[in-house]
């Protein structure tokens, strides 16, 4: 959809994020925490001994990005498998305690939840377990997932595919869950990993980090200028490929690339003291679905994403973006009039 005449300001822009509904459909997890002391090997094996202190569980995955976008003041509604287990029960009390809805939500018996348990002492990560499955989800499982996807898409502006390998979604699905809403007229933004990265056809806007673009492709160039040509040739053959309206890398410390087809940009990243690069994708792309449901050209989509994206990696572990630091940022680097 075009931008409207509100959009062309950056305080009409903001604002207009508060009206938008994001279906997100994926792999959601817990992220779990351990923080402690270790001053001693164990007796039993040479691993440290860690006396705990404090715990914690955060919302990951799919449903970080939905913290994002309701960071950013739209309505997050996700899509997703956990299992009938202890983490599923604690998913869904973070979702409660974070008011976010579970109604696109299934549980299932055949799955656990994933958990991605951290052990950290000193401020060293010492170890992650993780719980999970990465199977296709069963066919009863994947009824249940589309019935709720059905039923969300009529209140959705803009789908994001939040793809972590874990299962959820496979081609079939994703081929479905895009016809269904390019039937509707409702746009679709991805943020792919390996298995399924070619099975993004006909996608309004496709993100992958260059690490994704190089493994999901099989070609091999680098994050610098001089393998820019092979670069571009890669996003090329991507577009043959996926046929998608907008592609969006990102390129870490280089920043980001656009390619719509009839224009491409490269938008350096800004000067940043970073302590953290995790979560930034999710940042990227929940401001990136945004901009896609407001119909925002792809070169400002891809200046405000790659302005989010630097912004949380100011902080320290996943954390979603604050709307009013991005709208400030944005006013200062002058890319809308305000």
Same mark, same amino acid.
């Given at each position: ?12 822009? *903001?604002?207009? *994020? ?150 959820? !979604? ?26 399924? *990265? ?18 999901? !492709? ?12 092979? *670069? ?61 449901? !407001?119909? !925002? ?42």
């Amino acid at each position: 959809m075009p931008a409207s005449a509100q959009t062309q300001t950056l305080s009409g822009l *903001f604002a207009a *994020f508060n009206r938008l509904t994001v279906l997100i459909v994926g792999d959601v997890m817990v992220d779990a925490y351990v923080w402690g002391k270790s001053t001693r090997l164990s007796p039993e094996a040479p691993v440290p001994v860690v006396n705990v202190s404090r715990t914690e569980q955060r919302l990951g995955g799919a449903a970080n990005v939905a913290l994002n976008v309701q960071a950013l003041g739209a309505t997050p509604l996700l899509c997703a498998v956990v299992g009938e287990d202890g983490g599923g029960d604690q998913l869904l009390r973070l979702l409660g305690q974070h008011e976010l809805s579970a109604a696109g939500i299934v549980r299932s018996a055949e799955r656990p939840t994933t958990v991605k348990q951290r052990i950290l002492a000193a401020g060293q990560h010492l170890l992650r377990i993780d719980s999970e499955v990465e199977t296709d989800l069963s066919v009863t499982e994947a009824r249940a997932l589309e019935a709720r996807y059905e039923t969300l898409l009529s209140q959705a502006d803009v789908v994001v595919f939040e793809d972590y390998d874990k299962g959820v !979604l496979n081609s079939a699905s994703i081929a479905r869950f895009i016809e269904l809403a390019r039937e509707r007229g409702i746009p679709t933004v991805v943020d792919p990993k390996r298995r399924n *990265f070619l099975a993004y056809q006909h996608c309004t806007l496709f993100k992958p980090n260059l690490k994704e673009l190089r493994e999901g !492709l099989k070609m091999d160039f680098e994050n610098t200028d001089d393998d820019q040509p092979q *670069f571009e040739a890669a996003v090329a053959r991507l577009r043959e490929v996926l046929m998608p309206e907008i592609v969006l890398v990102t390129l870490s410390e280089r920043g980001v690339y656009v390619d719509n087809g009839a224009a491409r940009n490269h938008i350096p990243a800004h000067l940043r003291a970073i302590s953290d690069v995790s979560g930034a994708g999710d940042t990227v792309i929940s401001i990136a679905a945004l901009c896609v449901a !407001l119909g !925002l050209a792809p070169e400002l989509l891809a200046a405000l994403a790659n302005l989010g994206g630097g912004l949380v990696c100011e902080q320290v572990g996943v954390v979603p973006i604050e709307k009013e630091l991005l709208l400030q940022e944005a006013r200062q680097t002058g890319l809308l009039a305000d």
